[in-house]
């Protein structure tokens, strides 16, 4: 898509290979915590983000990630 497209709001990212951006709400809601939360463990460098304009962004491959990190396995 050209830059052209996004200045007249085109918003199909379909072709783009970029990362998939999520807002910290989107990110609580599928962790199943509270909204402030991915703000907080921003706050503390626990879960990498990105600024932009002003808002905060979070990335689906850290997400997975930091789940992936926190998985405990059975002992015994």
Known sequence: MSKAGFEKGW????????PQLLKA??????????????????RRG????YR??????FKMEDIKAFIEARRVEKRG
């Open 46 to 49: 626990i879960l990498p983000y």
């Open 11 to 18: 918003t199909d990212t379909k072709n783009i290979d970029e």
């Open 25 to 42: 709400e989107e990110v609580a809601k599928m962790l199943k915590i509270a909204k402030v939360t991915p703000y907080q463990w921003a």
């Open 52 to 57: 932009l304009e002003g808002t905060i962004r």
